[in-house]
Nanobody
């Protein structure tokens, strides 16, 4: 089965940067889109960024100008570069890949922004 594995989370100070990675067990050409979601305790899961197979990107308003989603097809990996991090960015970040009508999810990686 398709597996997605996130990595790169951790503790970072406000204003700092972090890069998340999502490695897929299959070629990311298989996905019509790949996305990053995040979820904080007691809150709903929200879409942070998305990238289509053609390279088009979309971002949540709260992260525009600070986060960048990208992909490396050869490595079957998508990335989320997070700059100018704020405490409100603290959440578990999940990688999501869409194939036809099916969504695949990673296990999540914790990002904590705190002094």
């Amino acid at each position: 089965q398709v597996q997605l594995v996130e990595s790169g989370g951790g503790l970072v100070q406000p204003g700092g940067s972090l890069r998340l990675s999502c490695a897929a067990s299959v070629s990311i050409f298989s996905f019509s889109a790949m996305r990053w979601y995040r979820q904080a305790p007691g809150q709903e899961r929200e879409l942070v960024a998305a990238i289509t197979s053609g390279g088009r990107t979309n971002y949540a308003a709260s992260v525009k100008g600070r986060f960048t989603i990208s992909k490396d097809n050869a490595l079957s990996t998508v990335y989320l570069q997070m700059n100018s991090l704020k405490p409100e960015d603290t959440a578990v970040y999940y990688c999501n890949g869409q194939v036809a009508l099916h969504d695949y999810w990673g296990q999540g990686t914790q990002v904590t922004v705190s002094s």
